[in-house]
């Protein structure tokens, strides 16, 4: 089933670290969309709720310098 949840993002600098983040975030296992808001700092994600690990996502945003939390 396919759900849709918004997420803060912290540590972004500029439009390109969203449109980086945005990236990573599509390319993650059960990840349908995603669209990240730099004026924002937040996520839209849209995802396949049997095959998303939130875990797993907030371990690669991590890795990149910023943070992700459920708002």
Known sequence: MVQTKKYAIRGM???S???SIEMLLT???GVTSAHVDF???EAVI???DA????SEV???IKQMGYSISET
């Open 13 to 15: 600098s500029c439009g």
């Open 17 to 19: 670290c969203a449109m």
């Open 27 to 29: 390319n993650q296992p």
């Open 39 to 41: 004026d924002a700092k």
């Open 46 to 48: 849209a995802f396949d």
């Open 51 to 54: 095959a998303f690990k939130f």
């Open 58 to 60: 907030e371990k690669v």
